[in-house]
């Protein structure tokens, strides 16, 4: 028994303490997964979990809109945008009166645990109502309106945050719930206006939300390729117009039959002047005379339904919300619950309210690169890897009359694996920040094969416009690896003289990268710095914990999962079995699980015999008695070579008889397709400009007398994302880690989330006296 399941029980029991989960302020996509798990996971912790209605003011007025919370509460919530059990702004909470009632209405139900889901006030009043929780319970005995025995059950209030906002705006958390979802909704829509500005030669300024935080404008702007983006942290000089019509006029000389130009709403000038899309529409028409539209997203930003980020970023927070409140003592400050990385972790309330307060003093003072950095260092990254997309062209003599760089180093770029969303838009970032530095970029088409074959093309700087939102591969990309063909590979980087290679693609790159390095003592050749960016659907390549395509193909599945299970919408009760792609890696199959609010995901990295699967039908028969309507199992497509997705079906078909009927679905290459999504596309845009400078480096390091020659293993690396760093791991350490039989990583960071997965899917309370706590520390990790 480890020392954490000791600390647990020493503490006792938490069966039957109360936690109430509420929302408040502004609503957000993802919001109802953080609720959902909330009370999930309160209930098989053994706690009675409640609904607070309206936010504070429900708190406030109680009655019906404090209610107890079930299993079947929160059902076929996880898809749905907004808050379900509301969200209200309250200005009887700021008075001492309205937070008196509000204890009086928590102690009276035993509540002693709040998960707040809002922005920094919802996060501030819980604070001052944790403060002052001990002289509102004094006053309610004084005025008789509790019992002496009610505050001696009551004495302490435990207060565990989440940051619902769009904005993106609360510093302590790389995201916060919803803003990823509204990207989507950024996104499609820029996306529609591309086709109808295209065919008109029209500019589009799109204003967007972010009154005092402009990440959404940036993101949106890497994503989409804008050619100007005005935002609070780091506003424009007072010359902007001149700025703004010279950058349209040069992308419109360079042959761009559309502009797009971002404002977020609280944008200004240096000096303070608000900027609105009025103002910059009068300067594009009054001093290039071009046809230009407004497009105000407004409130739409805020619907439609989460993203699966969101959805998976609800349920871990959710989660991790309520194991923080089962962790409290009497002297536990109040947490928020942040995402690092990849990983949930706790932070201290008010430090990170302070901090956040912090930036408006900043913006305030006019203190703007303070701003920036307070942000944090991901909205820094993002904002300098527009800036260098962005700029005005370099000097001249960088470029021939085409537009291709024609000094410095000569480097290519080329596919190698199956095609994944986001390829294109690093292709393009590789390219244009190679271009901008001077030098010369060759695109190899169709992998291995169109290398051997000689299909080189010298990239320009417009040769990949509009390609940041294109989906599959512009270049080409084959799976075949190089084995058996070093001798012409060779030929043919000499005979384009290449001196660094990037390679974007999946399983196949990594292992044919590490072909070519091998090669080295044999071809002179293979002495470049080398490189590739994981790109592919599977996740399935070690040194990253997400490869480029992944997020998109995830969003993907839970779209279909989504419409799959609506068109059951009105029939009798109905089991849908769908297998996901992945190869032997299960990752999409439990992401997509986990956001889908799946009942099962059988995967190959975990083991499951014929016992588990008819324990799982006779789970999903008993939900059903008891009033589900639907139910989602999903298969990644190499789980089990016996227990294949035909005879799931018809396991669940013959057993359901009577209550539930079965249906399957192979999704199969709809996975792969689609418009890349906002985190791919700016994944792969900030991977590539990356990329370039490494590549760029390594060869100033290895050259002498103009020939480059790299022979240590840190000039073949991987470019991953590793936690909320951007890492450089050399290929021969990478060796180690990996399963090269079935082409996935022997170390796999979210096997973690699968306990969650089960967790949130069981029905009823599994909490037991001496077992709950050991349950809890094995299948739920606290570093998720």
């Known amino acids: 028994m480890t020392d954490e399941v000791q600390r647990f029980i020493g503490r006792g029991s938490r069966k039957g303490h109360g936690i109430a989960v509420f929302t408040s302020g502004g609503d957000s996509q993802g919001m109802n997964a953080a609720v959902r798990a909330v009370v999930r996971m309160g209930i098989y912790l053994g706690c009675k979990v409640y609904f607070i209605k309206e936010g504070y003011q429900g708190m406030v007025d109680g009655g019906e809109n404090i209610v107890e919370a079930n299993w079947a509460s929160v059902s076929s919530i996880i898809h749905r945008g907004g808050t379900v059990i509301g969200s209200a702004r309250c200005m009887d909470f700021k008075e001492r009166a309205g937070r008196l009632s509000a204890a009086e209405n928590l102690v009276k139900r035993g509540i002693t645990n709040l998960v707040v889901i809002g922005g ?146 609280g944008a200004t000038d240096r000096e303070g002047n608000p900027i609105t899309a009025e103002m910059v529409k009068k300067v594009v028409v009054d001093e290039l005379n071009q046809d230009t539209r407004i497009t105000v997203l407004g409130h739409v930003q805020r619907g439609g339904n989460p993203s699966a980020f969101d959805r998976v970023l609800g349920c871990r927070m959710g989660a991790e919300a309520v194991m923080a409140l089962m962790e409290a ?49 991901s909205f820094s990254r993002n904002l300098e890897t527009y800036k260098m997309l ?33 390829m294109n838009a690093a292709v393009r970032s590789f390219v244009r920040n190679s271009i901008y530095r001077g030098d010369k970029v060759y695109g190899i088409h169709d992998g291995i094969e169109g290398l051997v074959a000689g299909h080189f093309t010298e990239m320009g700087w417009g040769d990949v416009t509009g390609w940041v939102g294109q989906g599959g591969a512009f270049l080409g990309t084959k799976r075949t690896l190089p084995e058996g063909k070093f001798k012409e590979i060779a030929q043919r980087f000499r005979e384009f003289n290449i001196q660094g290679l990037l390679v974007v693609g999946g399983f196949e790159g990594y292992h044919s990268l590490g072909q070519l390095v091998d090669q080295r003592d044999h071809y002179s050749e293979f002495c470049i710095p080398m490189i590739i960016i994981p790109s592919t659907i599977s996740n399935n390549v070690p040194g990253t914990e997400f490869s480029l395509g992944c997020d998109t193909g995830l969003n993907e599945i839970t779209e279909i999962c989504d419409r799959i299970r609506q068109s059951a919408q009105g029939t009798k009760r109905r089991v849908f079995v769908i297998e996901t792609m992945g190869g032997y890696c299960g990752y999409l199959a439990t992401l997509a699980g986990l956001a889908g609010g799946a009942d099962a995901a059988y995967i190959f990295e975990e083991k499951f015999s014929i016992k588990d699967l008819q324990q799982d039908v006779y789970h999903m028969a008993s939900k059903m008695a008891d009033g589900v309507q639907r139910g989602l199992i999903l298969r990644n497509e190499k789980a089990n070579d016996n227990y294949n997705t035909d005879f799931i079906h018809r396991l669940y078909s013959e057993e359901g008889k009577g209550l539930f009927s079965c249906r399957s679905n192979i999704l199969g290459h709809m996975q792969q397709g689609g418009s890349p999504s906002p985190f791919d596309r700016n994944m792969g845009t900030k991977m590539a400009a990356k990329a370039v400078e490494w590549l760029v480096d390594q060869c100033k390091i290895h050259s002498k007398d103009g020939k480059v020659n790299a022979t240590t293993q840190d000039t073949a690396c991987l470019l991953g994302l590793v936690r909320r760093q951007y890492k450089f791991s050399p290929l021969k350490e990478l060796i180690a880690d990996t399963n090269f039989e079935q082409r996935i990583p022997k170390d796999q960071w979210w096997l973690k989330l699968r306990p969650l997965l089960r967790i949130l899917a069981k029905h009823d309370s599994t909490y037991e006296e001496e077992g709950m706590y050991i349950t809890v520390d094995e299948e739920c990790n606290h570093d998720m």
Request: with cysteine; aromatic share 6%.
């Open 390 to 422: 962005t700029r005005l062209k370099p000097p001249k003599d960088a470029f021939d009359s085409q537009g291709k760089g024609k000094e410095g180093f000569t480097l290519a770029v080329m596919h190698i694996g199956a095609p994944a969303c986001g």
């Open 329 to 377: 003592t009497d002297d536990t400050e109040p947490c928020v619950v942040s995402l690092d990385g990849n990983q949930a972790v706790r932070l201290p309330l008010m430090e990170c309210v302070n901090r956040t307060q912090a930036v408006a003093k900043a913006m305030a003072e006019r203190k703007f690169e303070l701003a920036v950095e307070l942000r944090g260092r």
């Open 120 to 265: 920094d006030g919802s996060l501030t009043g819980a604070n001052l109502f944790r403060v002052e929780w001990t002289s509102l319970l004094d006053e309610l005995i004084a005025t008789k309106r509790i019992t002496a025995e009610e505050r001696d059950k009551n004495k302490a209030l435990h207060i565990a945050g989440m940051v619902g906002s769009i904005d993106n705006d609360f510093c302590g958390t790389d995201m916060t719930i919803g803003t990823d979802s509204a990207l989507h909704r950024i996104i499609e829509a820029i996306d529609a206006i591309v086709s109808t500005a295209y065919s008109h030669q029209r500019t589009f300024i799109m204003e967007v939300m972010g009154r005092h935080c402009g990440y959404l404008a940036v993101v949106a702007a890497l994503a989409s390729e804008a050619d100007y983006v005005f935002i609070p942290e780091d506003p424009v000089k007072i010359d902007w117009k001149d700025q703004l019509c010279k950058k349209l006029l040069q992308e419109r000389s360079a042959g761009q039959r559309l502009n797009i130009i971002i404002v977020a709403e």
